[in-house]
């Protein structure tokens, strides 16, 4: 079976098996135990939680192995809405089973429910916790999302860190065996380290490099180096910076696997980098501009066929624009990406903030936003009375008073006005 | 002294109020006295008058409960076709109750609806005109379609003058117990380009430093009120530093949320202002019209933008402005 994948064949079956995360394991294992006993435990779910490739899940298949429990997974492919996670497990987490195994249920990959589309999705699985009658395991890689909080009281929390690389070494190590491959020491540890605590990563990356061979060494996996994201993004830039013609500059693309939106914000950002004459910097720019039309067609038409003339404009036509050679560039991360993380709030409470002018004043938003609002941030900046005036009158909340004043202790003194009136 | 917009504050409520556009009143109540109003379109600068005399025609029509009669939409925030389609039509073919046989639906900045909302308008309008009546506000009328124009009756404010605009705030500082002094007046009717709401609320925003206002006052505000980094922003575009121009641009557009047609139609405005000879203001004003369409055609804003001010940091070392 040369096609089977080395992380479900070498899956580990019991949980001795399971590398790292000792503390983890004993936790779970205590919990699970007393539900075997027959001892309720004070918290009827465990909420297992930590980065991908930690054995999050292979724990708890291996805990229902060891003890005897016949496990119902669900993940987030196929539970969805209230109705079918009642119809999938409701059965299993409140009727005792007389005959055959005790039941355990396992909600994977909790990241992936969505409030709109999921509705009643997590409150369906609180009320399945309250009324069950067996174990219940949830798993998530971020459990401080905010919509997990009324879940996360009444869960034992249970953390898994990233495993270390000299266990995750060990592991290839017995895996390598198994295949009959002789790998170099160094060979194993550069891919354990580049997993970064990721195991499934790490078996990946191991079989992408080891499979069919007998022997391994540090130059079969060094390439494995070159996916590294980063070093990937830079070396693409430079060829496209350098390239003096169309063909190396499409070609620069072509070889890498990098995402294309992606490189078209690095492209976006390096350009006044790479380039130094203001004509140069003016035709690179013509050309992004360009590219970026035609991804204005394909949002309106949905034709992605016009993608590759957005990425014919952004590596050919920004190369072409040069006159100079352009010497050693050192290459930014995009702001923009940085600033999309973090603008969009205060721009969501500026256009809350024009609504409600909208209302009052009898203008659009546009007209709030450029004439109105410029005079209010004035005014809630100099005058705490009036500001709590104005904003009583349209109705403001804290989190637009604070954005006017842009001054916290400003912003107090007015919503102690606005909330002694 | 007030705690509510001063606009608001002071905005007539009955064509008596009005002191200003006398014509246009006077054949105004004219209709309230018949009973009738016509398709109207209200043609004319910002802060003339248009939607105040709009309000208060429908006031006077229908009494204090006026706003049961009618509709107030922004056709810059709803100039989709659809909006037409649903929200205008259902409002216009339902019955109005009462003296008037008519609602009126108040369409303000009806100049910014696309070609295909004015065509759905145009039929609902002929359709429902038993049930409805509208009033199209528009800044100008050129940009609506000749089909409406023909269905409506013309209105077209003009500037307020000076010295109307001056008695008014006066009248409001006295008011309010604010010290304006005659300097004060000055810059405002200076600043405010005949706009009786931007002159309205520049003199809210000086009142609210809580000193006798004078001219320093005014223009302190009105400084604070536009910052100075859109012009700021071209003039480190057109000395060669276009990344620190582009950072400035994305702090207008991430940090203050500014919309890129707001800061565009911004920079062609400052273009004029600058010292830029006027051969070159020409040929930077056309460029500048290519990027805003390429804003409608295009993905992203910031792209567009920041390619508009690496050409003018291109004109700038054309027109050896550069560093």
Known sequence: MAHELWTVKYRPRTLSEVIGNEKAKATLLEWAKAWKEGRVPEKKAAFLYGPPGTGKTVTVQALANDLGFDLIETNASDFRTEEQIERLVGPAAFSYSLFGKPKMILFDELDGITGTADAGGLSAIMKLIRRARCPIALIANNPWDPRFRPLREMCLMVEFKRVSSREIMKLLQRICEREGIAADREALAFIAKRADGDVRSAIMDLQAVAQGRKRLTYDDVAWLGMRDRKKEIFRVLGNVFHAESCSRALSATREADVDLDMLFEWIYENVPRAYKDPREVARAMDALSKADIFKGRIIRTQDWGLGRYVTTLMTAGVALAKEHKPGFVRFQFPERIRYLARGKSERELQMAIARAIKRACHVSTREAREKIIPYLRVIFQNNPEMAAGIARWLGLDEEAINFLAADKKKAKQIISIVKGA | ?323
């Open chain 2, 1 to 323: 002294m007030s705690l509510m917009m001063w606009t608001e504050k002071y905005r007539p409520r009955t064509l008596d109020e009005m002191v200003d556009q006398e014509e246009i009143v006077a054949r105004l109540k004219g209709f309230v006295k018949t009973k009738n109003v016509p398709h109207c379109l209200f043609a004319g600068p910002p802060g003339t008058g248009k939607t105040t005399a709009a309000l208060c025609l429908a006031h006077d029509l229908y009494g204090e409960n006026y706003h049961d009669y009618i509709m107030e939409l922004n056709a810059s925030d709803e100039r989709g076709i659809n909006v037409i389609r649903e929200t205008v039509k259902t409002f216009a073919r339902s019955m109005a109750i009462g003296e008037v046989p008519f609602k009126l639906l108040i369409l303000d900045e009806a100049d910014n609806m696309t070609a295909d909302a004015q065509q759905a308008l145009r039929r609902i309008m002929e359709r429902y005109t038993e049930t409805c009546r509208f009033i199209l506000i528009a800044n100008y009328s050129a940009r609506i379609i000749e089909p409406i124009q023909s269905r409506c009756a013309p209105f077209r404010f003009t500037y307020l003058k000076p010295e109307h605009i001056a008695a008014r705030l006066k009248f409001i500082a006295e008011n309010e117990g604010v010290e304006l002094l005659e300097s004060g007046v000055k810059a405002i009717l200076e600043v405010s380009e005949g706009d009786l709401r931007k002159a309205i609320n520049t003199l809210q925003a000086a009142a609210s430093l809580g000193k006798p206002i004078d001219e320093e006052v005014v223009y302190s505000v009105v400084g604070r009120a536009n910052p100075a980094q859109v012009r700021e922003m071209i003039e480190l575009a057109m000395s060669g530093k276009f990344i620190e121009a582009r950072q400035l641009l994305r702090e207008l557009i991430w940090r203050y949320g500014v919309a890129g047609t707001d800061l565009i139609r911004q920079i062609h405005a400052q273009i004029f202002k600058m010292d830029i000879p006027d051969r070159w203001r020409i040929r930077i004003a056309e460029a500048i019209g290519e990027f805003d369409f390429r804003l409608v055609m295009g993905a992203n804003e910031e792209v567009q933008l920041s390619a508009l001010l690496a050409r003018l940091a291109e004109f700038g070392q054309l027109m050896g402005r550069g560093a």
